[in-house]
Every structure is written in structure tokens, then in C-alpha cells.
């Protein structure tokens, strides 16, 4: 396919790789930029860069990618809770300043060949182009205008951050939690200069509004910086900072906008980066995302003989990736909101369930890259020396360990299919449990968010049968995996907020989902279901 004019609106680092790849891939073509704002305006601060996106970078357009590396700052990771740390090496994940990425793309767009407009503002209806590439972010203005036709919708989540920087390079990424007289504050820092730092910040809406900063924001102007917000959480991270102060640009609190398009094409028009999607920036993913939009979108208009197929070929083939990535991050996201829950855990076994808290990483995967790390976090939750701890097979150490709950003991933490009927029933007219053993709740779970309100009514309703006499609790419900992590994450709860036992059960294949769930202090024991029992199991419920 011939493509003679090509224009993209928004100079972020979606437009502006789109644009060179394009230009590369059609030598003859005019490729415009369009970006309403100048370099000079650009905020903002660190952007990490992860090791698979950077592989991807460097298949697609090894110049660019060589410049990104040689402009970032590799570094680990440390979790630390109070006096405790656990750390993680990272690999190639590096951190590169937001000025600096823009800049090197948009010195290897120019040298490709495309045409940038700053200070430039163009609506789809004022483009004369075979294509129309839209990256003009978050905020797009021209999904905004066009809704209806791209589906749009922005779901707006509970908790709030805040984007701040500070003037020295941290010696790794930190996690850290802080608690002040209003409650918990978390940051997610790491470098990306030699004297710079990014240094996030989030918690919860009641910390937030009991720390004056639902005032403090109302009465900052959108171009300026919250700086009462700005001087407390400089006191806060004091010893995190290390005498150094929190810089702002454009620093407010903020919600997450998770975005969802159910079409990214409208014509000739294609939606791009977190125009089209956003994930949440626990998993690193808006510059990720927005990148490998463009080699995607390159590679299908590459393969296809026409636009039209150019255009549903992208979004066919991209959209299963970008769904995944979207539903790790929301996973992501609810971890990080409920956060401070967990900071009772040991750092070490705190890191594995940070490590395995979407399903992403298991337990062998993870001890592969830091085997200390989980050898540190297993001994801590089974109460035994690391030395015990096996170098290989730690999904069988785990499920193989014993535990006593109320006086009642198992040799493992594996229940059969059979012992289903036999420890648990739904409950009945009576909230009294049956008699004898049969004393666990059986619960068909069927909530997406287990922190949400109905969660709440649901994990009270639980609370109390288990003061009305029973146990606790079998989890049970479908057999994909999805819900299986859900069931996880509800039980988690379970077991922080009331004293029953919790049983999960799922699917045989996702063993490493179970025992991530054990060893990360989500549920007590788990029963795995073979294929015919998945096929009947929820009948049974």
C-alpha cells in the first residue's frame, strides 16, 4: 500500500514514534505533526522504560532505542517498610526524563524526514490525509468531540496521586509506605538523571481529604503547583529524601482515568497511545503502550493492501495485547489502593505478593531473576530458616506446608474436590453452620473489584457468620483464571478482617496461582479442580 500524506495529531512520545516509523516505512510520503503545545511547556518528569518494551524498541528502530538507552538511568528496585527492605534487581529497566525522551523522538522524527508543527492545534475536519494518526493523549481532545463514534469511555478510580520530582538521583526505585496523623501515604520514586528522581505519591481518599488537600487543591490554579500538599509530603518522606526538597510542575492530586475506546478507527482517523487506552502507571505502561501502538500500527499498514484493512488488521491484532495489559494494571491498581493493609506483612514476604499481584510473575518465575528474595519471603511465611527453603520446586515446598487454624490441623495446604461437600455448604435459612466438621461458608464469588462497596457488604456478611459460628470460608466460582485471582484477592480480605479460614479453589493448571496466594498470605489453604470437576463444580455451589 502507496500512503502519500500521513498526519498525526500530538507531538507525545505516541506521535511523534508513529510519525518516524511511518516516514521510514514510506520514504515518500509527507508525515505532518501536529501538537498544540510547544517543547518549552513540557512537564512533567521521570519515565520509566521497561526491559521487554525496550527489546521491542530495539527490533523496531535500533537508533532510537540506542539514543533512549544511552539518555536513561538504569536502576533496581527496594521495597521498605519501617526499617525493613527488600530488593529487587530489575534488569534493564531504566529511567529517562519526560524533556529528554520528547527530545530525543522528536530529533529522529526530524531526521527521518517528518514536518513538525508546534503551537498547532488541528480538529480531524480540518485534515486533507490518506491517514490521520491521533495521539493527542489522555485528554484527547478529538475523542472527546468524536464519543459516540470511538465508544469512549473513562472510568475515574478512587484513590489519588500526585507526580512529583526531586533534585538528586535515588540509589534505586523505592516502595515505601508512610504514616502520618491523617493516615498512609505511599510513594513509587526511582531516578532518571544523574540529579533527578521522580517521586509519585497516592493514598487513599480519606487520608486525603483529612489532610486538608481536598482544599488545598480546589484553590490551585491549574497551571501552578499544590505546594501545601507539596510541603507536608516533603516533611512526611523526610528521611526518604534524605535533606532534599520535593519539586513540583503542575503538581496536583489527581485520579486515575482508565480509558476504554470500543473502536480506535473512525474513517481514516486511528487512535493511538492513551488517546485509545491507559493503564494504570504501577505497571509502567503509557509510554510502553504508545510505543508499541506505533510498530503495531506500522507492521499491519505494512502487510495490507489497503487502508480500511490496514486499519482492522491494527486494531485486531493490538487490541487483545492492550486488554491484557489494561487488566494487569487494573489489578495493579487495586493492589496499590489497598495498599496499607498489607504493611503488617515482612518486607520480603511483602515483595512476593507485590511481585505476584496480577498474575503476571508466579513464584518460579520470580525466584528465577531474585531467588533471596522469595527464598527470604517463603521462610517468613512458613516461620522456618531460609536455609530450609528448596532451591527449585517452590510451588510443591509451599503447598506441602503445614498449618493450624483454631486448633484444627493439615499436614499440607491441599484440599481434593471431595472435600468440598465434606468441610462446606451454602448457607441455609439458619446462619448456624451444620453440624460437625462442615463448617466453612460456601461462597460462588462473582464481584470484579474485591475493595469495592459491595465487596464491603459481602466481606461483612462473612464477618458475621463467622461470629455466628462458622469456621469460615470455601471460595469458590468459573474456572478461568481471571476470576481465580479475584477469589485470591477477596480472600485476602478475609483473612485481614475477620478470623475465619479461607479455602480458594481453582483450576489444576493455575497451581502457581494458588500457591502465590498461600505464600503471599491470601488465603490458608487452596483445593485445585481438575478439568471434568471445573465442568460441574459451580453446579455443586
Given at each position: 500500500?502507496?500512503?502519500?500524506?500521513?498526519?498525526?495529531?500530538?507531538?507525545?512520545?505516541?506521535?511523534?514514534?508513529?510519525?518516524?516509523?511511518?516516514?521510514?516505512?514510506?520514504?515518500?510520503?509527507?508525515?505532518?505533526?501536529?501538537?498544540?503545545?510547544?517543547?518549552?511547556?513540557?512537564?512533567?518528569?521521570?519515565?520509566?522504560?521497561?526491559?521487554r518494551?525496550?527489546?521491542?524498541?530495539?527490533?523496531?528502530?535500533?537508533?532510537?532505542?540506542?539514543?533512549?538507552?544511552?539518555?536513561?538511568?538504569?536502576?533496581?528496585?527496594?521495597?521498605?517498610?519501617?526499617?525493613?527492605?527488600?530488593?529487587?534487581?530489575?534488569?534493564?529497566?531504566?529511567?529517562?526524563?519526560?524533556t529528554?525522551?520528547?527530545?530525543?523522538?522528536?530529533?529522529?522524527?526530524?531526521?527521518?524526514?517528518?514536518?513538525?508543527?508546534?503551537?498547532?492545534?488541528?480538529?480531524?475536519?480540518?485534515?486533507?490525509?490518506?491517514?490521520?494518526?491521533?495521539?493527542?493523549?489522555?485528554?484527547?481532545?478529538?475523542?472527546?468531540?468524536?464519543?459516540?463514534?470511538?465508544?469512549?469511555?473513562?472510568?475515574?478510580s478512587?484513590?489519588?496521586?500526585?507526580?512529583?520530582?526531586?533534585?538528586?538521583?535515588?540509589?534505586?526505585?523505592?516502595?515505601?509506605?508512610?504514616?502520618t496523623?491523617?493516615?498512609?501515604?505511599?510513594?513509587?520514586?526511582?531516578?532518571?538523571?544523574?540529579?533527578?528522581?521522580?517521586?509519585?505519591?497516592?493514598?487513599?481518599?480519606?487520608?486525603?481529604?483529612?489532610?486538608?488537600?481536598?482544599?488545598?487543591?480546589?484553590?490551585?490554579?491549574?497551571?501552578?503547583?499544590?505546594?501545601?500538599?507539596?510541603?507536608?509530603?516533603?516533611?512526611?518522606?523526610?528521611?526518604?529524601?534524605?535533606?532534599?526538597h520535593?519539586?513540583?510542575?503542575?503538581?496536583?492530586?489527581?485520579?486515575?482515568?482508565?480509558?476504554?475506546?470500543?473502536?480506535?478507527?473512525?474513517?481514516?482517523?486511528?487512535?493511538?497511545?492513551?488517546?485509545?487506552?491507559?493503564?494504570?502507571?504501577?505497571?509502567?505502561s503509557g509510554?510502553?503502550?504508545?510505543?508499541?501502538?506505533?510498530?503495531?500500527?506500522?507492521?499491519?499498514?505494512?502487510?495490507s493492501?489497503?487502508?480500511?484493512t490496514?486499519?482492522?488488521?491494527?486494531?485486531?491484532?493490538?487490541?487483545?495485547?492492550?486488554?491484557?495489559?489494561?487488566?494487569?494494571?487494573?489489578?495493579?491498581?487495586?493492589?496499590?489502593?489497598?495498599?496499607?493493609?498489607?504493611?503488617?506483612?515482612p518486607?520480603?514476604?511483602?515483595?512476593?505478593?507485590?511481585?505476584?499481584?496480577?498474575?503476571?510473575v508466579?513464584?518460579?518465575?520470580f525466584?528465577?531473576?531474585?531467588?533471596?528474595?522469595?527464598?527470604?519471603?517463603?521462610?517468613?511465611f512458613?516461620?522456618?530458616?531460609?536455609?530450609?527453603?528448596?532451591?527449585?520446586?517452590?510451588?510443591?515446598?509451599?503447598?506441602?506446608?503445614?498449618?493450624v487454624?483454631?486448633?484444627?490441623?493439615?499436614?499440607?495446604?491441599?484440599?481434593?474436590?471431595?472435600?468440598?461437600?465434606?468441610?462446606?455448604?451454602?448457607?441455609?435459612?439458619?446462619?448456624?453452620?451444620?453440624?460437625?466438621?462442615?463448617?466453612?461458608?460456601?461462597?460462588?464469588?462473582?464481584?470484579?473489584?474485591?475493595?469495592?462497596?459491595?465487596?464491603?457488604?459481602?466481606?461483612?456478611?462473612?464477618?458475621?457468620?463467622?461470629?455466628?459460628?462458622?469456621?469460615?470460608?470455601?471460595?469458590?466460582?468459573?474456572?478461568?483464571?481471571?476470576?481465580?485471582?479475584?477469589?485470591?484477592?477477596?480472600?485476602?480480605?478475609?483473612?485481614?478482617e475477620?478470623?475465619?479460614?479461607?479455602?480458594?479453589?481453582?483450576?489444576?493448571?493455575?497451581?502457581?496461582?494458588?500457591?502465590?496466594?498461600?505464600?503471599?498470605?491470601?488465603?490458608d489453604?487452596?483445593?485445585?479442580?481438575?478439568?471434568l470437576?471445573?465442568?460441574?463444580?459451580?453446579?455443586?455451589?
Amino acid at each position: 500500500m502507496r500512503l502519500e500524506h500521513i498526519a498525526v495529531l500530538g507531538g507525545g512520545p505516541a506521535g511523534l514514534y508513529a510519525a518516524r516509523l511511518l516516514k521510514l516505512a514510506h520514504p515518500d510520503a509527507t508525515v505532518q505533526i501536529f501538537e498544540q503545545s510547544t517543547p518549552e511547556k513540557t512537564f512533567g518528569f521521570g519515565v520509566a522504560v521497561a526491559g521487554r518494551t525496550q527489546r521491542n524498541l530495539e527490533e523496531a528502530d535500533p537508533a532510537t532505542q540506542a539514543d533512549i538507552v544511552a539518555a536513561g538511568r538504569p536502576h533496581d528496585m527496594r521495597m521498605i517498610v519501617g526499617e525493613q527492605v527488600a530488593r529487587v534487581h530489575n534488569g534493564p529497566l531504566i529511567g529517562i526524563a519526560r524533556t529528554e525522551l520528547l527530545a530525543v523522538l522528536d530529533r529522529h522524527a526530524r531526521d527521518a524526514g517528518v514536518e513538525l508543527h508546534y503551537g498547532k492545534r488541528r480538529r480531524l475536519e480540518e485534515i486533507d490525509a490518506q491517514l490521520i494518526v491521533v495521539a493527542d493523549g489522555v485528554s484527547s481532545q478529538t475523542r472527546t468531540e468524536h464519543a459516540r463514534d470511538f465508544g469512549a469511555e473513562v472510568e475515574v478510580s478512587g484513590g489519588l496521586y500526585l507526580w512529583a520530582g526531586t533534585d538528586f538521583a535515588l540509589e534505586s526505585a523505592i516502595f515505601a509506605p508512610v504514616t502520618t496523623a491523617h493516615g498512609t501515604f505511599v510513594t513509587h520514586a526511582y531516578p532518571y538523571a544523574p540529579d533527578r528522581s521522580t517521586f509519585l505519591i497516592e493514598t487513599d481518599e480519606a487520608t486525603w481529604r483529612g489532610a486538608g488537600f481536598d482544599v488545598t487543591g480546589e484553590a490551585t490554579e491549574p497551571d501552578e503547583s499544590d505546594t501545601t500538599a507539596l510541603a507536608y509530603l516533603q516533611d512526611a518522606f523526610a528521611e526518604h529524601l534524605d535533606g532534599h526538597h520535593l519539586i513540583g510542575n503542575r503538581t496536583r492530586w489527581s485520579r486515575f482515568r482508565t480509558v476504554h475506546c470500543r473502536r480506535w478507527t473512525r474513517g481514516n482517523a486511528v487512535l493511538l497511545g492513551d488517546a485509545a487506552h491507559t493503564a494504570h502507571y504501577s505497571v509502567g505502561s503509557g509510554t510502553k503502550l504508545a510505543m508499541e501502538d506505533a510498530i503495531a500500527l506500522r507492521d499491519a499498514i505494512g502487510k495490507s493492501e489497503d487502508l480500511a484493512t490496514a486499519l482492522a488488521t491494527y486494531e485486531r491484532e493490538r487490541r487483545p495485547q492492550v486488554a491484557r495489559l489494561q487488566e494487569l494494571a487494573r489489578r495493579s491498581r487495586l493492589w496499590w489502593d489497598s495498599f496499607p493493609r498489607r504493611t503488617n506483612l515482612p518486607v520480603d514476604q511483602l515483595m512476593v505478593s507485590y511481585m505476584t499481584r496480577t498474575g503476571n510473575v508466579g513464584l518460579e518465575r520470580f525466584a528465577g531473576t531474585n531467588p533471596d528474595v522469595v527464598r527470604n519471603g517463603l521462610a517468613e511465611f512458613a516461620g522456618v530458616d531460609t536455609s530450609l527453603i528448596p532451591d527449585e520446586g517452590m510451588v510443591d515446598w509451599v503447598l506441602n506446608q503445614p498449618l493450624v487454624h483454631r486448633g484444627r490441623g493439615w499436614n499440607t495446604r491441599l484440599l481434593s474436590p471431595a472435600d468440598r461437600d465434606r468441610l462446606s455448604a451454602p448457607v441455609s435459612d439458619s446462619s448456624r453452620p451444620p453440624s460437625g466438621e462442615c463448617d466453612l461458608v460456601r461462597v460462588t464469588v462473582e464481584l470484579d473489584d474485591p475493595w469495592s462497596s459491595e465487596a464491603d457488604v459481602l466481606v461483612k456478611a462473612l464477618n458475621d457468620l463467622v461470629l455466628a459460628g462458622w469456621r469460615g470460608f470455601w471460595l469458590t466460582g468459573p474456572a478461568d483464571r481471571g476470576t481465580l485471582l479475584t477469589r485470591l484477592d477477596l480472600a485476602e480480605r478475609l483473612r485481614a478482617e475477620t478470623t475465619g479460614l479461607v479455602v480458594v479453589d481453582g483450576a489444576a493448571e493455575n497451581l502457581d496461582d494458588l500457591a502465590a496466594g498461600i505464600a503471599a498470605a491470601r488465603t490458608d489453604l487452596v483445593c485445585p479442580l481438575s478439568s471434568l470437576t471445573k465442568e460441574t463444580h459451580d453446579d455443586a455451589a
